[in-house]
């Protein structure tokens, strides 16, 4: 039987498989667009044919969560207890901050129309937007991916907590991060186009696990070229001298602060909506909107984790109440 580091790893390439596609295929979507008509092409045939081919990489990437979670518990020996079924639907057509796909997909034209009145050619204007379409649709697919697998864990009462799983070339944000266990519900770590992944692992698992790779480990197997790279010439001297790596990657990154607050998204939340029918709270129209909407707000997976505080019943039951599992 294939352990779960071999699970993980294969887990990953097909993910990576899926977003590799995807990208593909809205770039060249992008590329047939002429500048002068970006904004009509986005909101018109163009602009669906980019919100499929994403919406079906995200369905694709959730559909094998619950798969790899089981592989990996019976990999690890813990055997199955799934407690629900995730429902791959519910995270499709939803970018991972709340709003519908369709209108992050639509902020490369906004970018490209600012880069034109720039002063930009309309091939360097083109260009920015194609990169910026790009990065969105990998990182929707690898956070639709790491969301479906975290829900998967919920649902899979054996499953005590997860491994970041970190390859190579990978940013020194992440690299610090390596090998580092977390509880099935605790947050991923991300950035924009990070495609970091995770190794399901049960509480056995979890006590015993000394093989993961570590920040050291993947340090050690980069290239001198690739450190600098990852860390500037400064950091990677620094490291090789035995400097601490997350105080030397800190200091080069500097601070940040985000926005706080509960994360809620509208997606799914009509009459016909999974989440809509999931919540079951009747519906109310607000003044301009076209549909009437869920009168209770629907949490996003990762806000219904956080506020359980690690309560697993809690955790299935809002995630079954807001659409998320069966």
């Known amino acids: 039987m294939a352990t779960s580091q071999t699970l993980a790893a294969t887990r990953y390439e097909v993910v990576q498989g899926v977003t590799r596609g995807?990208?593909?295929?809205?770039?060249?979507?992008?590329?047939?667009?002429p500048p002068d008509r970006i904004f009509a092409a986005l909101q018109g045939d163009t602009g669906?044919?980019?919100?499929?081919?994403?919406?079906?990489?995200?369905?694709?990437?959730?559909?094998?969560?619950?798969?790899?979670?089981?592989?990996?518990?019976?990999?690890?020996?813990?055997?199955?207890?799934?407690a629900a079924r995730i429902n791959p639907g519910a995270?499709?057509?939803?970018?991972?901050?709340?709003?519908?796909?369709?209108?992050?997909?639509?902020?490369?034209?906004?970018?490209?129309?600012?880069?034109l009145q720039a002063g930009l050619s309309a091939d360097a204007a083109m260009a920015r937007g194609l990169a910026q379409l790009g990065m969105l649709a990998a990182t929707t697919i690898a956070d639709t991916a790491r969301t479906a697998t975290q829900v998967a864990m919920t649902a899979e009462p054996r499953c005590y907590g997860y491994v970041r799983v970190v390859k190579l070339p990978a940013c020194s944000r992440?690299?610090?991060?390596?090998?580092?266990?977390?509880?099935?519900?605790?947050?991923?770590?991300?950035?924009?186009?990070?495609?970091?992944?995770?190794?399901?692992?049960?509480?056995?698992?979890?006590?015993?696990?000394?093989?993961?790779?570590?920040?050291e480990d993947l340090f050690?197997?980069?290239?001198?070229?690739?450190?600098?790279?990852?860390?500037?010439?400064?950091?990677?001297?620094?490291?090789?001298?035995?400097?601490?790596?997350?105080?030397?990657?800190?200091?080069?990154?500097g601070m940040s602060t985000t926005a706080t607050g509960k994360k809620v998204t509208t997606e799914g939340t009509t009459r016909r909506g999974i989440g809509g029918k999931a919540l079951n709270s009747g519906f109310e129209k607000s003044p301009g909107q076209?549909?009437?909407?869920?009168?209770?707000?629907?949490?996003?997976?990762?806000?219904?984790?956080?506020?359980?505080?690690?309560?697993?019943?809690?955790?299935?039951?809002?995630l079954t109440k807001h659409g998320y599992i069966t």
């Not at 639509?106 to 880069?115: C, E, F, H, N, R």
């Not at 692992?201 to 993961?212: D, G, L, N, Q, Y």
């Not at 506020?307 to 299935?316: F, M, S, T």
Request: charged residues 25%.
């Open 22 to 33: 995807v990208v593909e295929a809205v770039q060249a979507l992008w590329r047939d667009v």
């Open 48 to 82: 669906r044919l980019i919100l499929n081919a994403v919406i079906a990489g995200q369905l694709s990437a959730a559909q094998g969560a619950q798969a790899f979670v089981t592989g990996a518990m019976l990999a690890q020996g813990a055997g199955v207890e799934a």
């Open 91 to 115: 995270l499709a057509g939803i970018a991972m901050d709340g709003r519908p796909l369709a209108t992050l997909l639509y902020v490369p034209a906004i970018t490209t129309a600012q880069a």
């Open 174 to 215: 992440c690299i610090i991060l390596a090998g580092r266990q977390y509880t099935h519900s605790e947050g991923f770590k991300r950035h924009p186009k990070c495609d970091c992944g995770m190794e399901p692992m049960s509480h056995e698992e979890w006590m015993s696990r000394e093989t993961a790779k570590s920040p």
């Open 220 to 253: 050690k197997a980069m290239s001198p070229e690739e450190r600098a790279k990852r860390f500037g010439k400064a950091g990677a001297d620094a490291l090789e001298n035995g400097a601490d790596m997350g105080q030397v990657v800190n200091a080069r990154r």
């Open 290 to 318: 076209r549909y009437s909407r869920a009168r209770e707000a629907r949490l996003m997976p990762e806000q219904i984790l956080k506020q359980a505080h690690g309560n697993r019943d809690l955790q299935i039951a809002l």
